[in-house]
T-cell receptor
Framework: ETGVTQSPTHLIKTRGQQVTLRCSSQSGHNTVSWYQQALGQGPQFIFQYYREEENGRGNFPPRFSGLQFPNYSSELNVNALELDDSALYLC?????????????FGQGTRLTVV | GESVGLHLPTLSVQEGDNSIINCAYSNSASDYFIWYKQESGKGPQFIIDIRSNMDKRQGQRVTVLLNKTVKHLSLQIAATQPGDSAVYFCAETGRRALTFGSGTRLQVQP
């Protein structure tokens, strides 16, 4: 196991609702990145948090937002859910930013929007 | 790499044979390339990486080849086992983000 845990593992939401996904990073890691993986595709970068600040963002709208806490755990929030937001959401932690070769992924949260 | 939608390319091999999985990348400025294995219901798992100044790197039963001229990566798995069945992704590393290619599903036939 990687030491990166995500919760919940699965959830179902209705279009228009809001959702919060959680990630606990590996001990000693101060950087958390979030990815969206649609069915049959590779993960796509949403954003990264380093020491509680957003440290880079992919091509996702502002209704995707995040937080990182002093213990370096992180949340991904998605507002006004759309059907296309249905995907596996992955978080990855690394010892610091710029060390992507040493990033460890959690098992993901499967979000279904109906 | 381009998205292939719901239909991942599939490579089917016999147990014990060697497998070769290919990947094209787009950013010639990437420093590192990584191969990941993703089993059903799990997150991507690091297999091996290669720096852009190398053309070959070997691990345990795996070899990665990098051809910068044609922007092509390959992952070779020796003596493929049933436990190797998974989706394999190549990824380019940036300072912050990993950029994943479209995956390949490897099916190992007993």
């Amino acid at each position: 196991e990687t030491g990166v845990t995500q919760s919940p593992t699965h959830l179902i939401k209705t279009r228009g609702q809001q959702v919060t996904l959680r990630c606990s990073s590996q001990s000693g890691h101060n950087t958390v990145s979030w990815y969206q993986q649609a069915l049959g595709q590779g993960p796509q970068f949403i954003f990264q948090y380093y020491r509680e600040e957003e440290n880079g963002r992919g091509n996702f709208p502002p209704r995707f937002s995040g937080l990182q806490f002093p213990n370096y755990s992180s949340e991904l929030n998605v507002n006004a859910l759309e059907l296309d937001d249905s995907a596996l959401y992955l978080c990855a932690s690394s010892i610091t930013w710029g060390k992507n070769t040493e990033a460890f992924f959690g098992q993901g949260t499967r979000l279904t929007v109906v | 790499g381009e998205s292939v939608g719901l239909h991942l390319p599939t490579l089917s091999v016999q147990e014990g044979d060697n497998s070769i999985i290919n990947c094209a990348y787009s950013n010639s400025a990437s420093d590192y390339f990584i191969w990941y294995k993703q089993e059903s219901g799990k997150g991507p798992q690091f297999i091996i990486d290669i720096r852009s100044n190398m053309d070959k790197r070997q691990g345990q039963r795996v070899t990665v080849l990098l051809n910068k001229t044609v922007k092509h990566l390959s992952l070779q798995i020796a003596a493929t086992q049933p436990g190797d069945s998974a989706v394999y992704f190549c990824a380019e590393t940036g300072r912050r983000a990993l950029t994943f290619g479209s995956g390949t599903r490897l099916q190992v036939q007993p």
